[in-house]
């Protein structure tokens, strides 16, 4: 009988025990990736694996902090990070999606979690453990789902040298299809920004293959055990087949909303959504990605650009958009604060 063969517990307590006896490598791991691009799926499966433990809702805040830090200098004292602690919360909407289950959050608790190390590493990192309940030496790695940091991988490179990243990459004709879906995002605005973060953060991740692995949303789909296979060897850490069934649904709009389990046709849709006119549309303004990345475009022969005028009109029509989602759920006032925080902490 081979280790993945035993009863699921057991294999579990075997992996924790002897991560801990050897010292292995606790994080962080960072999800990133387009909004819309199977960041949540892929946190609900590795959240199942017994090493690793990915915070529930996003974080998006790292650079709010680093920018914090270089302004106002590390929080060492109680009244300082007190005062961290109010500006973040403010201007964040990680806590509008904080588990209810959770206990109270206080800022007391996450400055001990620091253990006296209060640069943007020693902050971040204080808050992703506090959250999570694991300590150092605990053997379990910790993680964050946060897919605008595609556009911050720099600076999760500076603050955590031992970082690895898992990228996971969406063909962008789906991509602006679920965007629009989702969201009532522009299909022109959608296109043009994959085509611009997608490429920017392939090219910095190829340049560390030790440190960033990129995966696509396609392959995880259609060969789930093949690219968690793939993942765990970038991770150091052991496969078992209960990686590649989801313990809940992870998703509450789009094609595999509410559904607790890999959807596996979840991709190709774009065919019948978009017209013929759409689809030269998106591929013309991503086309110099697709081909980088070995999507094949069906009808664009050149790349097309958004001049910065009309980047800014769809801007204004997606946070509209927006706001205009969020008002059945939460008013007003508190749809345009929470478009305005995360437009701040997502870039």
């Known amino acids: 009988m081979t280790l993945e063969q035993y009863p699921e517990h057991v ?25 819309r691009s199977g960041t ?72 001990a979690a620091c253990d006296g190390n209060f640069d943007v590493s020693g902050l971040f990192e204080g808050f992703a ?47 602006c299809v679920s965007m629009r879906k989702a969201w009532g995002k522009d299909i022109r605005r959608s296109a043009w920004r994959w085509g611009k973060d997608v490429l920017t953060a392939h090219r910095q991740c190829s340049s560390m293959p030790e440190r960033c692995l990129e995966v696509r949303f396609e ?10 296979r793939r993942i765990c060897m970038f991770l150091d850490v052991p496969f078992f087949v209960g990686l590649t069934q989801l313990s809940q649904s992870v998703e509450r709009r789009g094609y595999a909303a509410g559904r607790a389990e890999i959807v596996r046709d979840n991709f190709s849709k774009f065919e019948t959504r978009l017209t013929p006119r759409e689809l030269v549309a998106i591929e ?37 958009s927006l706001v205009a989602n969020g008002m059945s759920r939460r008013g007003v006032a508190a749809a345009v604060h929470f478009h305005a925080t995360h437009r701040r902490m997502a870039g």
């Open 11 to 35: 294999f579990h307590e075997a992996i924790v025990d002897a991560t801990v006896d050897t010292g292995a490598w606790e994080g962080p791991l960072f999800i990133i990736g387009m909004p």
């Open 219 to 228: 392959a995880l789909l259609q060969d789930p055990e093949a690219q968690l």
């Open 284 to 320: 013309s303004l991503a086309l110099q990605t697709m081909r980088v990345l070995g999507y094949m475009p069906r009808r664009a022969v050149e790349q097309a650009r958004l001049s910065p005028l009309m980047q800014q009109l769809l801007k204004i029509k997606d946070g509209v």
């Open 129 to 175: 453990r506090y959250e999570l309940d694991v300590r150092p030496g605990s053997g379990i790695i910790w993680a964050d789902k946060s897919p605008a940091y595609v556009r911050h991988i720099p600076l999760l490179v500076k603050h955590f040298p031992s970082a690895r990243i898992v990228h996971i990459v969406r063909d962008v004709r789906d991509h």
């Open 40 to 111: 949540k799926l892929l946190r609900g499966l590795l959240s199942n694996h017994p090493r690793i433990r990915v915070l529930a809702a996003e974080t998006d805040f790292l650079p709010f902090i680093d920018e914090w830090v270089q302004r106002y200098g590390s929080p060492a004292s109680a009244a300082a990070f007190e005062r961290l602690a109010n500006d973040l919360s403010g201007a964040n909407h990680y806590f509008n999606f904080r588990p209810a289950d959770r206990r109270p959050f206080r800022w007391q608790d996450w400055r």
